[in-house]
């Protein structure tokens, strides 16, 4: 004869078990559903567009007048780990953030290996996220596709924070 302690057991662990399925499930529809809305704002409440720039990313407009021949992009610490802030970073075509052999390393334990990219296309800078698992925040709002960076704008990655200059 089965012991009842024995019995209890299995139906808490079967328990555990499910609940724990409903949670992975429910965690990958939201960051399906998350994927799938995107981040053009094209309705009646988006912001005026001030510029159009004819080397927006297709994707998005830029808001702002673009990069002159001469500029030099670059994302300057505001709060990193181990890093004063002040330090800058200069953009040159392309550049990974991220805690693994990336071009800007992070010693973030929120940040990914390779957590988020910054490219340089045509006269126009975009920031986007690359799958990491805890996001992207470009001016404290999460970051759900390439989007361009405009002057003093803010970027986070976990604790840590830029800002970005042309």
Do not use: C
């Amino acid at each position: 004869m089965l012991d009842p302690v024995s019995i209890a057991l299995k139906f808490a662990f079967l328990g555990v078990l499910y609940l724990f399925l409903l949670w992975v499930a429910r965690s990958v529809l939201r960051d399906l559903g998350r994927t799938a809305r995107g981040t053009a704002a094209t309705g009646a409440g988006a912001p005026p567009v001030a510029f159009r720039s004819p080397d927006a990313t297709g994707m998005h407009t830029a808001s702002g007048p673009p990069l002159s021949d001469g500029a030099a992009p670059r994302l300057i610490v505001e709060a990193m780990s181990g890093v004063a802030p002040g330090m800058e970073y200069d953009l040159v075509d392309e550049a990974v953030l991220g805690r693994g052999e990336v071009e800007i390393h992070l010693e973030d334990p929120f940040a990914s290996g390779r957590h988020a990219q910054i490219t340089r296309q045509g006269n126009t800078v975009v920031l986007e996220d690359l799958g990491s698992t805890n996001g992207t925040y470009l001016n404290e709002d999460l970051l759900t596709g390439p989007s361009p960076l405009h002057a003093g704008d803010t970027i986070r990655i976990g604790d840590t924070r830029f800002t970005f200059e042309t």
